[in-house]
C-alpha cells in the first residue's frame, strides 16, 4: 500500500471520529406518546439515544382490547427495536436522576451516567393512590401490559376458584370486582370487565351474574367529557349491568374486600379484585428535578417546550403543563403525539441555532371503548355509537399506531384476522 493511500485513510477516519463527536447528543427518557414519537422524529437528526425502562411502545388506549383478547400484545405493545432503526441508540434502563447542571442523567441499575447536548423528557405519569389505606398494596393498577396480564389471570383465577353447587349468591359475591374511578379509564375497564365475565358465566354454565362495581368519588361518570357522549357511557354501564356507585369514597383495600363511604355510611364488600383507575401522580424522577413546576407539580415550559431557565432540555407529555393547548387536552396520548413532533421540530432547529416554533393544541375527537361490542366516538362535533363506532374506534387508533409499517401489519391483521374478544377460559387450557 502506498503512503499516500494510508495518509487518506487516517485522514478519513479522523474526519469521521470528528464529525461523531461533532453530533449532539440528544437523550429522550421515556418511550411512551411522546418520546418514542420524538425519537422516530428526530433519527438521523443527531446521536439520538432513547432511554426507558421498557422493551416496549404502549398503545394505553386499547389495553381494554388487549384484556379482553380483542387484540394482542405485538399489535399495541411493539418492541422499540422493530420500531426504531440503527441511527437510534437503545438503552433499556430506569433513570435514576438528572442533572440539570452538569447536563447528564443517571441510572437506577448504576450504569456509568450517561452526558446529553440536548434532553428530551416524557417519562409519563404513575397510579395515584391518593394515600387510601391498602390501595398501594392490593388494588391492581391498569397502566401496563403486565398490569392487564395480572388483571386477566385474577379473573381467572377468581372463576377458576368457583365450586360447581355454589349457590348464585355466592357465585356473585365470589365474582364481585371494584373499579375504582369513573373516569373513561374505569367506564372502558368496568364494561369490558363485566361483558368479559358474562361471557365465562355462560360459557361455564355457572349460575347467577358477575357483579362489577364502578366507585366515584363525584357526581358523575367521565367528568371530563361532554354531555352527549357521557350518555352513551350511563347507557353501556347500563347495558353491561355496570353497579355505578357516584358520591362514594373508598377508605380502605384490603386482599379481599374495598370499604366505601356514601352518605356518611361505611359499608365493606367482599371483593375478588380491586382495579385502580382513580387518578395519575407525577412520576417519581420528575418530584425529584428541581425546576419550575405548577401547583401539580407538572414541568412549566415554555410555547416551545423547553424547561423554563433551560433551554437545551425538551418536558412533554403527561408531565408538562403546556400553556397553549385546549384544557380538556391535559393528562391525554393526543396531546403527547401531537407535542412530540413540535418537540422534534424544535430540537432540529435548536442544534442549528434557527428560531424556534410553537403551535396551538386542540382536540382530536374523543373515543371510548363501551364493552367488547361497542364504543362512543366523537368525531366531527358529532357523537355515535354501538358496533359501529367499535370500528371507527379501530380505524382510528390504527392509524395513530407508529410507523407506517407497524399501521399497516396491524390493519391487515385486525382486517384479516377479525378482533373477536379471548374467552376466560380455565387455567388449564387458556390459549
Ligand atoms: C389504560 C389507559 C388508557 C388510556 N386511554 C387514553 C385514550 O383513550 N386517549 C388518550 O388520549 N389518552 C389515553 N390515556 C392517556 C395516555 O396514555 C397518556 O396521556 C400518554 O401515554 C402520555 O404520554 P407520555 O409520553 O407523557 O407518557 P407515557 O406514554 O406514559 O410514556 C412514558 C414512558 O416513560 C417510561 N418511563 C417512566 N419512568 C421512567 C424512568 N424513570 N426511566 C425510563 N423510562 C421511564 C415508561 O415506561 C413509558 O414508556 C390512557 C392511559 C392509560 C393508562
Redesign the pocket.
Known sequence: MSSGVFEFRCLSANIDELMAHEKKRIVI???????LFTALDLTGAGDVTL????DH??F??M??EYLSGEVEAWHIAPQYKELLDENVNLVQ????GIDLERRSVTF?TGREQLPYDVLVL????VTNYAGVEGAAQFSLP???IAHADALRQRMVEALDAVPPDLPPQDVRSALTFAIVGAG??GA??STKMADLLRDAFERRALPGEPRILLIEMGDKVVPGMGDEIRAFVENALQESRVELHTLTRVLRVSENSVTVEHNGAQTEIKTAGVVW?GGVLM???IQSLKADKTERGLLRVNRTLQLMGHTEVFA????AFFPDATPTLA??????LQEARLTARNVKSFIVGEPLHTKHFEELGE??SLGTERAAVLAGGKVFGGPLARQARFAMYTARLPTWHHRLRVGASWFLGGTTPRPLLPLGIQR
Open positions: 427518557v421515556g418511550g411512551g406518546f411522546g418520546g432511554i426507558s425502562d421498557e411502545f404502549l394505553a388506549p389495553l381494554y434502563d430506569k433513570v435514576a437506577e416524557a417519562v409519563g405519569g391498569f397502566r401496563k373513561a379509564s372502558e375497564l383507575t412520576n417519581p424522577l412533554l407529555g403527561d408531565i393528562g391525554t396520548a393526543q396531546l403527547a373515543a371510548v
